[in-house]
Each structure stands twice: as C-alpha cells, then as structure tokens.
C-alpha cells in the first residue's frame, strides 16, 4: 500500500529552527512536495523535490533522500506566523498526490 | 483574478439529500481535483479532471458524481448525502508543464464546510 508518515505536532520557539520530517513507501515517484495550511484555510504550496538534496527558499528548505524514501522540510528564524500544519505529498506513478496527515506546528514565544 | 472559487462555503445537510459543491478557477489550468479532508488523515482524492469532457475517478469517488463540461468549472455532486460524508471538501486546479497535466503545484480554493446530520 501508499504510506505518507509525518509526527503529528511538534513545538518549537519563535526565532529557533524546526525540522518537519517526512517518510513515505508509494507506488512510483515522481516528486515530493510540501505544503503550508492555517487553521481553517486552503493549503498553499511551498516546495518541491525530485532529485535528491537540498532545496533552499529563503527561511525555508526541503531536502529529499528519494533511495531512504525520506524528505525534511526545515524552517530557520521560526516565526509566530509559521504556525500552521506542514502537510508532505508524494506524486504516484499515476501523476496523482499523496497525502501525509500533516504536522501541526506550534510556535511559542 | 480571482482563482479557484468555491461555493458554498459552509453547508448542513439533512441525510439523504443531495447538493452539488460549485468549483471555478480563471487560471485556463486543465487539471482540477476535488478531496476530502478529514481530521487526523490526509487529503483524499475523490475525482479529477485533465480538461474539459474528461473526468475519473480518486481514492474515495463512492457517492459522488462530477462532470466537466468547460475549461473553467467542475462541479462536485453529492447524489444522497451520509454522515460519513462530513468534512472539508477542497477543489484544486494546476497548470500542465512537461508533457503532464498535473505539476502537483496544487492551487486550492478557500473549501467547503458539509455537515450532514
């Protein structure tokens, strides 16, 4: 089966560094992607990854082990905005998404 | 320019009922999806589109009916509404590039609230 693993909160402070981590077992891959959604909104995209490495835009990166099935996304000067849920996708072999949970972030003062 | 627009925004239903979710977008994007979301899961794909006249079916398309008869608008069809059919509902349309018509570069309308009691 399709499988998309993230934690499902993570807390952090305003002005640290959090690191979202992403595993995931899908039929075909052809790209990760990263979204944003507040509390009661449409997700936004962030990024995307299809060759291994790091993707840097601005505060935020991505980075993609596509042999370890393994995407982070790392969110540097954290700040009270960034409080939202970070939610990982995969493209299938079908050019369809799939979908991880979704990691709640919480920034605290 | 205005999107993706969805209408209505917040809906209850009554089971049994049934109601079509409006979803538009300006963009001339060929892609358009409808999921569901639902607490503690990911976005689930109901049904999608790649262009006008052609539809097919997501992950979870039982109960659902859509149609796309233009570019711009795919409606979602709830054809006897069910409480397990409560939840947030987002369409979604992308740009084609490279020979795909689906990038994953996703934009989302604002979604609609069903409740169906």
């Known amino acids: 089966g399709q499988n998309i693993d993230q934690p499902t909160e993570m807390t952090a402070t305003e002005g640290a560094i959090v690191q979202i981590n992403c595993t995931y077992q899908t039929s075909g891959f052809n790209g990760l992607f990263w979204y944003q959604q507040h509390a009661g909104e449409a997700p936004t995209f962030l990024s995307y990854n299809v060759l291994d490495g790091l993707e840097e835009k601005g505060r935020f990166s991505s980075f993609l082990s596509r042999s370890k099935g393994y995407s982070y996304l790392l969110l540097k000067e954290l700040q009270m905005k960034d409080s939202a849920s970070y939610l990982c996708a995969v493209m299938d072999s079908n050019y369809q998404l799939i979908w991880g949970a979704g990691t709640k972030l919480i920034i605290k003062p | 320019n205005a999107g993706v627009t969805q209408t209505p925004k917040f809906q209850v239903l009554k089971t049994g009922q049934s109601m079509t979710l409006q979803c538009a977008q300006d963009m001339n994007h060929e892609y358009m999806s409808w999921y569901r979301q639902d607490p503690g899961m990911g976005l689930r794909l109901i049904h999608y589109?790649?262009?006008?006249?052609?539809?097919d079916q997501g992950e979870v398309p039982n109960g659902y009916n859509v149609s796309r008869s233009t570019t711009e608008d795919f409606p979602l069809r709830l054809l006897s509404a069910a409480p397990s059919q409560t939840s947030v509902y987002f369409c979604?349309?992308?740009?084609?590039?490279?020979?795909?018509?689906?990038?994953?570069?996703?934009?989302f309308g604002e979604g609609s609230r069903l409740t169906v009691l």
């Open positions: 979604a349309s992308s740009y084609p590039t490279s020979g795909r018509v689906n990038t994953g570069e996703l934009f």
């Open positions: 589109s790649v262009g006008a006249g052609i539809t």
